[in-house]
């Protein structure tokens, strides 16, 4: 099974990293020379240099022989581009394309792509559900929907501040996979200390997610 | 007739003035508002900032009545979903849009349907038609 993913953001990135672990071929393609070399140094040759909206870019990608094309870059305009080459000009039987616009996805059914992820319906959906603030936000769902990509926004109150990943006793089916801390990244060890505003991003099956929020967050204030 | 334009760059301004001084209805769309400082107010018709692959930007140029839709902003695949949803989803019956790629504007022109203008080949002609003067 072949995957070219376009667009090398958080959500490329973690898609690419979990379809490898899985055993897929894939190639992970952006635009943005410095994104691709710093990707390169984990991900290796998994990464491209090459537009990924452009014939030549997905050509070059192998998109003639991928099965899957996923267009996750932050802009939607690319992402239907990315979606109608795939299917249309280089014939690969499923595209998936990640929208900004919750309103696009009609758009996009209409114009012949009928697979799109929205991270902002989601984040919305949230809210509709609970007017709660401690809450996780999906920001990707994979493996028919059982896997969920995370995240979390840390308070001073939220019950992990100050203890480290090792104090807390974490479902086995979920792992937190890095911190977003001001402007920088933190890999989580045993011995990372969680703080105040800190961005957590982990990988969690849909049923420890309400666990994993609890372990995080605590209880919503209702 | 009644034009949207999604765009206000050098084409897309001047595209503008022309059109409104000849007594059509414009609309322009442009995400930077800055961008309309070029038509230093020789520009009759309406400006609307947003970009135009947003269906509420389009829907207040008054997508649901235009006859025509011409889009020249900066990404050729902005333009392609603007023509794409006027074509297709609102069925402005005129829809012309920019695309500097050769290859991506004879795919949308062929495959797609979309009617399509790419300066790139354009300037290549008229370069090579200026040599041979």
């Known amino acids: 099974m072949y995957v070219v993913i376009v667009g090398g953001g958080q959500v490329g990135y973690y898609l690419t990293k979990t379809l490898l672990e899985k055993n897929y071929e894939v190639t992970l393609v952006d635009w943005d020379f410095n994104k691709t070399e ?15 909206s452009s014939i030549d870019g997905l050509e070059r990608a192998g998109c003639s022989r991928a099965d899957v094309i996923v267009a996750a870059t932050s802009d939607d305009e690319d992402n239907l581009v990315i979606c109608q080459l795939g299917k249309k000009y280089f014939n690969v039987p499923k595209a998936v394309a990640r929208i900004s616009n919750p309103r696009n996805e009609r758009i996009f059914k209409e114009l012949g792509i009928s697979t799109t992820i929205s991270g902002t319906s989601y984040i919305a959906e949230a809210i509709e559900r609970y007017v709660a603030k401690q809450q996780l936000t999906t920001l990707l769902t994979f ?16 019950p992990v501040v100050n203890k ?19 402007r920088n990244v933190v890999f989580v060890k045993a011995d990372t200390i969680f703080k105040p505003k800190d961005l957590v991003i982990a990988i969690s099956t849909q049923n420890e997610q309400e666990n994993l929020r609890k372990i995080l967050l605590g209880e919503p204030e209702v | 007739m009644k034009i949207i334009i999604v765009g206000c760059g050098r084409v897309g301004s001047k595209m503008a003035i022309e059109l409104s001084d000849e007594g059509n209805d414009v609309r322009l769309i442009d995400r930077n508002p800055l961008a309309f400082d070029k038509l230093l107010n020789n520009f009759g018709g309406r400006i609307i900032v947003g970009t135009g692959i947003d269906e509420d930007v389009l829907i207040n140029a008054g997508i649901e009545e235009a006859d025509a839709l011409i889009s020249v902003a900066k ?51 008229s370069y090579i038609g200026l040599l041979e003067v």
């Open chain 1, 38 to 52: 710093r990707l390169k140094y984990e991900l290796g040759g998994n990464v491209m240099y090459a537009s990924g």
């Open chain 1, 143 to 158: 493996s028919r929907n059982e896997m969920a990509l995370v995240e979390a926004e840390l308070e001073e109150n939220s």
């Open chain 1, 164 to 182: 480290t990943t090792a104090e807390l006793e974490l479902p086995y089916e979920c792992v937190i996979a890095l911190i977003l801390r001001e």
């Open chain 2, 75 to 125: 990404g050729d695949n902005t333009n392609i979903m603007a023509g794409q949803i006027a074509k297709f989803l609102y069925k402005v019956p005129k829809v012309v849009v920019r695309i500097v790629d050769p290859k991506s504007k004879k795919f949308y022109e062929e495959e797609i349907g979309l009617t399509c203008y790419c300066p790139t080949e354009v300037s290549c002609s």
